[in-house]
């Protein structure tokens, strides 16, 4: 953050090969000038402080609202996942709502978290309870892609049943073979029931809008079963809304399925429709931004229960061929991308599937050499390594296929020394590890 001509404005350093540059975000403005004990109100509450944040010419200023004493890591995220923003920001953020709140923070360490691939601890924001989860945030992206699930509650002859936590899985050989499915865990109910509502009236007095109530009660299926029985009803109506503004809606839709018997019955309703919306909305042809990567999220946690699982796995060939569609991805799009990229490489895995391995050694180093975001880059390469892992007795065949690629062996090898931050050197030693498996 620099004080430029009276105001305040928030840059991003960019990675340009072995060059970079300072990519200007926008004007921050509002922070320095709340009075003392004066509140500000924001979407229906008061809060200290309300920032406003200007991120686009010609585009309303984004607020980001802020109360003394909160965790402003919490509210970092929060205000990058509602609008979207690179994840990348989050330090930059956080360190402006100190300067300007002036509050001081002590970053929590705690013995009980480990970082899944480096091993070290890293600030844990305490976010309350989410239905026996921990909601972990990204040690370097401020993702929350990352979380461990539950294990699977099914019979051992299900896929999910052999879901083993993170560290088990890579106890012995570093940071492959994966073996349990990674999710998307983070968002505030109440913040998509406030975008619902919004959007509702958008849709005027036609068939697609529905009452407040309806909302409200639909809304719940993001904490778990609701008891309207109704609301499900409700969600898939609100699935034919039209592209730039169903969202918030497919966000209900990755929090509900979360959920073991939410899971199951969206997935059985309508003949399982819900993996036709995702895939339309994880089509290269899909040009909001905000639903292809809210539809990869939404793939990525339905892994987490059999019948998601199965229905991923069952339409896995037609996903992989939108995955190859896809161009231009903001950084959380290519990490949303990779995320569920190697969650089908898991599955794939499990089910022993000769021909999803000959199809995965293709596509995941294709796309993996038009990814630009290194955090992206490191999952998909532990993906390859997964691959690799579990192909057993069609390993030779993987990697031969693999070695047979030029662009991504070019791609390891530009990957294969030490980079500029932690996140650069966690893919380093990655790439190191799956240089000795090829």
């Known amino acids: 953050m620099i004080r430029e001509n009276g105001g305040v404005m928030a840059y991003s350093w960019v990675e340009e090969g072995d060059t970079g540059h300072w990519e200007k975000i926008g004007d921050v403005m509002g922070g320095v000038e709340n009075k003392e004990g004066e509140k500000k109100k924001y979407e229906g509450k008061e809060y200290d ?26 509210a970092a ?60 945030l990204d040690p370097f ?10 294990p699977s509650e099914a019979a051992s002859n299900s896929l999910s049943s052999n ?47 529905v009452d ?13 079963l609701p008891s309207d029985p109704n609301a499900f009803d409700t969600l898939f109506k609100l699935l034919d809304w039209p592209d730039d503004i169903i969202f918030p809606v497919l966000d209900v839709v990755r929090l509900a399925v979360k959920h073991k018997k939410n899971n199951e019955v969206i997935v059985s309703m309508n003949n399982g429709i819900i993996v036709e919306k995702l895939k339309h909305y994880t089509n290269g042809c899909c040009k909001v931004t905000s ?36 161009s231009e991805l903001t950084k959380a799009g290519q ?50 390594g997964t691959l690799i892992k579990t192909a057993q007795l069609h390993g030779a065949a993987v990697k031969a296929k693999l070695n047979e690629n030029s662009n991504f062996l070019s791609t390891m090898q530009s990957h294969s020394f030490s980079g500029q931050n932690e996140l650069e050197n966690k893919r380093m030693n990655c790439v190191k590890q799956l240089s000795a498996l090829l």
């Open 335 to 384: 990490v949303a991308l990779a995320t569920c990229l190697l969650n089908v490489t898991i599955m794939t895995g499990k089910q022993k599937d000769e021909l999803g391995f000959s199809v995965l050694a293709q596509v995941l180093p294709d796309i993996l050499s038009r990814l630009t975001d290194p955090e992206a880059q490191f999952r998909l390469y532990v993906a390859v």
């Open 291 to 326: 639903n292809i990567i809210v539809s990869l999220r939404t793939l990525s946690n339905l892994c987490l229960h059999e019948p998601g699982e199965l229905l991923v796995y069952n339409n896995r060939f037609e996903l992989f061929e939108n995955f190859t569609s896809l």
């Open 141 to 150: 992206t401020g993702a929350n892609a990352y979380t461990t699930s539950k």
């Open 212 to 224: 407040d109530r309806q909302l409200e009660e639909m809304v719940k299926v993001a904490n778990g």
């Open 77 to 136: 995220h929060a205000f990058l996942e509602k609008h979207f923003l690179p994840a990348d920001y989050l330090e930059q953020v956080v360190d402006f709502i100190l300067k300007n709140s002036n509050e001081q923070y002590v970053p929590k360490l705690t013995a009980e978290y480990q970082d899944p691939f480096t091993g070290s601890s890293r600030h844990t924001p305490s976010y309350g309870q989410n239905q026996g989860q921990t909601a972990a």
């Open 49 to 74: 402080f309300v920032f406003s944040v200007d991120v686009e010419d010609g585009k309303p200023p984004l607020k980001l609202p802020f109360n003394k004493g909160d965790d402003p890591y919490v």
């Open 163 to 209: 879901s083993n936590s993170l560290n088990q899985g890579s106890r012995s050989s570093g940071f492959f073979p994966q073996t349990s499915y990674r999710s998307f865990d983070m968002g505030d109910p109440g913040v998509i029931l406030n975008k619902l509502k919004e959007f509702n009236q958008k849709c005027g007095d036609g068939s697609q809008r």
